[in-house]
């Protein structure tokens, strides 16, 4: 199976980016994970360092004003970590960057420290100090807002990445996708454009040779087919360039036509059946555009058989009278059940020369054009293969 390489390497492209995203957003995750432990160490390590300046502050009659002045200043320079002291009745008797609720009043205070003291013992044991033999204070503590706040960075870090990611990813491929839609319709429209000088001249020139005695009346025939042919490819293209005219048709007569065409032009050793069940319906369909559609259908059957085989084309309404069926089957070579959609991807092709863009534009004409829908409704390997187009009726119909 070959597919173009610039698909190939686009997958891979995209692959890549978010294989370095993850790497990124995962490094960033682990590096704040790391700063954030390391913060809490310092601020344990901080508060062991406070609970020895309480404990010194305790047996102040050893100490010498100047260190009890400087272990003064230690308790006060902890402007972060909030710490309660309690006593030995688990009274508390100090805190500090504790924030406590306004107007309350002495035992409600208590009563809040209290609590706050039971939600820091979850986070750290307290620090027991001996302040005189046999009497002991607790120093309960927990961290920081800010390192408390950081661990959620890597959270938000991430959610942000993947915000971003999302709305790249959505706006790239939605941009691209204008952009091929834009080439395709342009290219499409400029390609008919051009072939219009050339079949004007080509049809004046036939006109010439009919007054021309000498030449002859067979050669001006297939010359007047070959360039009705030409102008129905200029029709195709300028149709699928920009907003196709739909119009009411009677789709039997289409198929017909498809198929009277297409049998001149393929082995004599493929048949063609054609099965209608009603001649009335009919369909707004773009005429040019979903004869295009029924002969790509019937090109790639006759690969598949190996030019040696049966194409049926069967055309029907749906049980609820809403919707047109029409069934394109053949007994080719069938297609592999993991590849039935693949099928329809620009680019996936299985033969020697082809491009496999046939699908892909079947599926733009039905579904983009025709509001309809198209897939593969039975494939056996070996067997054969069924596509099927449902296509809304006319208003009228379902009345
Ligand atoms: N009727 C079918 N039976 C089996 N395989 C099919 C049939 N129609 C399409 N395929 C598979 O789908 C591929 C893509 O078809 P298409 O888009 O028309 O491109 P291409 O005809 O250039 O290969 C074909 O190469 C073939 O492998
Ligand atoms: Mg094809």
């Not at 610039?6 to 990124?24: D, E, H, M, Q, T």
């Not at 402007?79 to 688990?90: A, S």
């Not at 001006?220 to 490819?233: A, Q, T």
């Not at 009278?321 to 991807?345: N, Q, T």
Request: aromatic share 8%.
């Amino acid at each position: 199976m070959k597919t173009y390489s610039i698909y190939k390497n686009s997958a891979f492209l995209k692959w890549l980016i978010a294989a370095l995203g993850l790497l990124v957003g995962g490094l960033s995750v682990y590096y704040t994970n790391m700063l954030v432990r390391r913060l809490a160490d310092r601020e344990k390590r901080q508060v062991d360092f406070f609970a020895k300046a309480q404990r010194q502050l305790a047996l102040t009659e050893e100490t010498s004003q100047e260190v009890s002045f400087l272990l003064m200043e230690v308790i006060q320079n902890n402007d972060l970590i909030p710490v309660i002291l309690l006593n030995d009745r688990r009274t508390p008797i100090s805190h500090r960057n504790v924030e406590i609720p306004k107007k309350l009043s002495e035992d409600e205070r208590n009563s809040y420290l209290l609590k706050k003291v039971e939600e820091m013992g979850e986070d750290y044991e307290p620090i027991v100090v001996e302040i005189a033999p046999d009497v002991y204070n607790f120093i309960y503590y927990t961290n920081s807002e800010l390192v408390r706040e950081l661990r959620f960075a890597p959270v938000i870090q991430l959610a942000i990445l993947a915000i971003l990611g999302s709305i790249a990813y959505v706006v790239f491929s939605s941009s691209k996708r204008a952009e091929q839609n834009q080439v395709w319709a342009g290219l499409a429209k400029e390609t008919a454009h051009q072939l219009g000088t050339p079949i004007s001249s080509l049809m004046a020139w036939v006109e010439y040779f009919k007054t021309d005695e000498n030449f002859s009346e067979e050669i001006i025939v297939e010359l007047e087919k070959d360039i009705s042919r030409l102008e129905m490819i200029t029709a195709r293209f300028s149709s699928i360039g920009s907003v196709p005219q739909l119009q009411e048709v009677n789709l039997p007569q289409t198929i017909e036509h498809v198929v009277q065409y297409l049998s001149k032009r393929v082995s004599s050793k493929v048949a063609f059946h054609i099965d209608i069940a009603d001649r009335d319906i009919r369909a707004n369909i773009s005429p040019p555009l979903f004869e295009w559609v029924i002969e790509n259908l019937c090109k790639n059957a006759v690969d598949a058989m190996n030019s040696q085989g049966n194409i049926t084309l069967e055309l029907k309404r749906s049980s609820g009278h809403e919707m047109i069926i029409l069934d394109v089957s053949d007994d080719g070579k069938g297609i592999p059940p993991g590849k039935l959609k693949a099928v329809f991807k620009p680019g996936f092709t299985t033969k020697k020369r082809g491009w496999g863009l046939g699908l892909t534009l079947v599926k733009r004409i039905v579904e983009k054009y025709h509001g309809g829908k198209i897939f593969v409704k039975k494939s056996i390997p070996g067997l054969g293969t069924t596509f099927r187009i449902i296509i809304p009726v006319i208003d009228s119909e379902k009345v």
